[in-house]
């Protein structure tokens, strides 16, 4: 239903875009007024496949600054994209963990979060170029800022959430707190906190290519800006596919995790 529903989409787009009259077909008037020259438009399927062909066919070439694969461009998001939300990991996992277990930690954090994670992370681009004064480290840290509330937040709700029977189990057989935490309640807790995890990894993904498109470089935000400063339609809608080709792969990658870690009662 889905291959149907996608050939039927094609065939309607490539249907839809109007034909470029040929130079030959206009009267010399018409020809004088520039009506035999190409408009810019919204080029056809036909179009895209070819772009996309081109561009993965040699994925990582290098022709200077201005000019790389799509590839190499993905590579740059990517490593942005996981080198801020480990970070955002590393601590949002444990603070998460605090929060869940402790009220009176639960009481002290909760209004900095309140009024911190409606903050869009966009926001936080101009203070970050000003302080840190690099684009790349500005863009690893608004993914970082953007990464951590829905992983503190649903790490807290599932450690919170813990069956208080498993826990009295752990104490009657005399276990740690540090124990209790790692062979009782991170397993419990571990699809809500994985939820987070999957949560975060798309929101990274959206912020990272607005992120690029601002700073600029390199990255597939970059690549968007600058094929659409080309008035190069065809590539600026090959590289939105990818985006989203990408981001269905980190999703589908925690997806598996997620199905991982789950257990039946």
């Not at 020809?31 to 056809?44: D, F, I, N, S, T």
């Not at 707190?177 to 062979?183: C, E, H, I, R, S």
């Not at 939105?240 to 009662?265: K, P």
Request: charged letters at 10%; aromatic letters at 12%.
């Amino acid at each position: 239903m889905s291959l149907i529903m996608l050939v039927v989409g094609l065939l309607i787009w490539e249907a839809a875009i109007p034909a470029q009259t040929a130079a030959s077909e206009l009267t010399e008037y018409e020809r004088l007024m520039g009506l035999g020259q190409e408009r810019a438009g919204v080029p056809p399927p036909s179009d895209v496949l070819a772009k996309a062909w081109e561009q993965l066919s040699n994925p990582f070439y290098d022709a200077g600054p201005n000019d790389k694969g799509i590839g190499i461009q993905i590579g740059y998001s990517i490593y942005r994209v996981l080198s801020g939300y480990f970070m955002a990991a590393l601590v949002a996992i444990p603070f998460g963990f605090l929060i869940g277990m402790s009220q009176v930690a639960y009481k002290a954090f909760n209004p900095f979060i309140q009024v911190l994670r409606p903050i869009s992370p966009l926001a936080w681009m101009p203070l970050a170029l000003f302080i840190i004064q690099d684009s790349e480290a500005s863009a690893i840290f608004v993914i970082f800022i953007c990464s951590i509330w829905p992983m503190l937040i649903n790490t807290a709700f599932g450690v919170a959430g813990v069956r208080q029977d498993w826990v009295n189990v752990a104490r009657t057989h005399e276990l740690s707190n540090l124990k209790t935490a790692f062979f009782v309640i991170l397993p419990a807790a571990a699809p809500t906190i994985i939820t987070g995890m999957r949560i975060s990894i798309g929101i990274a993904w959206l912020v990272i290519v607005a992120a690029e498109m601002l700073v600029g470089g390199t990255g597939i935000g970059y690549y968007v800006w600058n094929e659409w400063n080309n008035l190069d339609l065809t590539s600026v809608i090959f590289s939105i596919l990818m985006i989203g080709v990408v981001g269905m792969l980190l999703d589908s990658a925690f997806g598996i995790l997620q199905r991982a870690v789950a257990y039946a009662e």
